[in-house]
């Protein structure tokens, strides 16, 4: 009876082996379900290929078509000599009419050279007065500025007044080259220094005029540009 009942055992197990022994030969053969068994196209495509009409761009289109069309660098900069010239010759030659559109750029150029000459000549003269040079220049920009924009009806930039202002400087260096030869104390000085401060004075308020368009007040503007250049001119004789 124990015997029949061992072999009972022993089939089922047999059976059950059998079964799952099958399932797993089957899982690792890769076994695949037949509606993904379908048969693949093959590929009509093209591969991309670049048109031989194609040209690669070259550094210079990025910048312009030559860089012979760039301008000059101190043009960028704002630097420009024949402007420079031209508004010096303004300030040496007061009757000469001013053109407007030039005296109207604000260049920085000439008037700083004019402040540096100027304390130049002072020094050879035994003054070092680099400090009060640029002070009153900087304290006499602001009131001009603030000054014509009340009184004109375009208005006025710091940097157009600071120029205008700079380059009538021109005459003063010639006041304090001549005290570095002889004393202006005297009374042939104080003749040379107010004729020097109307010159100044003058072709400042020709340019500003001119560039404002500020007809019949010259008067008005050449008045507190004197007070300025008075101070200057006290400087160079005292």
Same mark, same amino acid.
């Given at each position: ?164 202002? /700079?380059?009538? +400087? #021109? ?9 570095? $030869? %002889?004393? &202006? ?30 007809? /019949?007040?010259? +008067? #008005? ?9 008075? $101070? %200057?001119? &006290?400087?160079?004789?005292?």
């Amino acid at each position: 009876m124990f015997q029949k009942s061992a072999d009972a055992i022993l089939c089922i197990c047999g059976n059950m082996e059998g079964q799952y022994g099958g399932y797993e030969y089957s899982q690792s053969s890769g076994y695949v379900p037949p509606e993904m068994m379908q048969q693949q196209q093959p590929y009509t495509g093209q591969i991309f290929q670049p048109s031989p009409t194609y040209t690669p761009s070259s550094p210079q289109s990025f910048y312009g078509s030559s860089f012979e069309d760039e301008p000059p660098l101190l043009e960028e900069l704002g630097i420009n000599f024949d402007h420079i010239w031209q508004k010096t010759l303004t300030v040496l030659h007061p009757l000469k009419i001013a053109d407007g559109s030039i005296m109207n750029e604000t260049d920085l150029a000439g008037p700083m050279v004019f402040c540096l000459a100027f304390g130049a000549t002072l020094l050879l003269a035994g003054k070092i007065q680099f400090g009060y040079v640029y002070g009153i220049s900087a304290i006499g920009c602001l009131g001009m500025f603030c000054l014509l924009n009340l009184m004109s009806m375009t208005g006025v930039s710091f940097g157009c007044v600071a120029s205008v202002l /700079g380059y009538c +400087l #021109l005459p003063m260096i010639i006041l304090s080259s001549f005290a570095v $030869v %002889f004393s &202006l104390q005297g009374l042939m000085g104080i003749i040379l220094a107010a004729g020097i401060i109307g010159w100044c004075s003058f072709s400042a308020s020709k340019i500003f005029i001119s560039a404002l368009a500020m007809e /019949g007040q010259q +008067l #008005l503007v050449a008045y507190p540009c004197a007070l300025l250049y008075g $101070v %200057f001119a &006290l400087i160079s004789v005292f």
